[in-house]
Nanobody, 123 residues
Framework: VQLQASGGGLVQVGGSLRLSCVVS????????IGWSREVPGNRREGVSCINISGKNTWYADSVQGRFTISRDNAAKTVYLQMNSLKPEDTAVYYC?????????????????WGQGTLVTVSS
């Protein structure tokens, strides 16, 4: 099982990025998918998650209204559209898969983690 995150990079304040998470080795439509982020020295925090059908989503307060999560089960890909980026969004972003959708993404119950992709927002 592999979750391949990509799309990170360097962007200026107010800019946008779209992260992608491609899942292989398992059927994407069996898992809720979420994004977490981590700044070195800090705890990894949940950013957003989406249930299997795509009809239910959750966002951390810090990104609500700026980030949008979506999924394409046929393409085995989950996206995180990040708009109006701020310096405090700078982090390594990780996607992960979880069998049960809990309405929040707190890092518990994760079945599979992907590798991270670095997002840097410059002021």
């Amino acid at each position: 099982v592999q979750l391949q995150a990509s799309g990170g990079g360097l962007v200026q304040v107010g800019g946008s990025l779209r992260l992608s998470c491609v899942v292989s080795g398992v059927s994407l439509d069996a898992y809720a998918i979420g994004w977490s982020r981590e700044v070195p020295g800090n705890r990894r925090e949940g950013v957003s998650c989406i249930n299997i059908s795509g009809k239910n989503t959750w966002y951390a307060d810090s990104v609500q209204g700026r980030f949008t999560i979506s999924r394409d089960n046929a393409a085995k890909t989950v996206y995180l559209q990040m708009n109006s980026l701020k310096p405090e969004d700078t982090a390594v972003y990780y996607c992960a898969a979880r069998v049960a959708y809990a309405g929040i993404w707190d890092g518990n119950g994760i079945n599979y983690w992907g590798q991270g992709t670095l997002v840097t927002v410059s002021s």
